[in-house]
């Protein structure tokens, strides 16, 4: 089950029964109690979802937010490759945030094509990145055995001789 459904279900039911019960008592419109119980499904059916989605917006600030303001300390970088081509940036940083703190998640994608390499970097607190090396080097993630190295600086490739 979605999670957003698992949520929102028992607020959806509870709304559809409150109107049944409403337009019961109220014989203003001479209607049906089954179209009264379709009237409450389906206004509970487009209300709730709509204001667990607000409601989940305006409550909680995204976690990326509250883990970057947070976190002020060293931060190193992890490569991380053989990623499924259909894993997105939020299910790397779940993944390595079971392990510590993450700062930022780049997964790389082909300039032509716009497809993911099946690669990426991940920015994690310094004190946590042995530890989600050890613990994720060889994990299978998502039907694909990850690697996960410190990432190497970038060199330039000058050809050009000074």
Partial sequence: MLPTLRVSLPYTLALAVL????FTFLPVLGLAQEILV?????????LVPLLVDVKGNISEPSSEAKSVAE????TTTLYVGNLPY???EDAVKELFQRFGVVI?????????????????FVEVAAKDGTKMIQKLNDFNFQ?????????????DNDDTDE
Wanted: hydrophobic share 30%; proline share 0%.
């Fill in 86 to 88: 259909r894993a997105n």
């Fill in 143 to 155: 039907e694909r055995t990850l690697k996960v190295r410190e990432a190497k600086e970038r060199q």
């Fill in 19 to 22: 109107v049944y019960l409403g």
């Fill in 71 to 74: 976190y002020k300390g060293e």
């Fill in 38 to 46: 379709v009237i409450g499904v389906l206004s509970a059916g487009i």
């Fill in 104 to 120: 930022n998640v780049r997964l790389m994608k082909d300039r032509q094509t716009g497809r993911r390499r099946g690669f990426g």
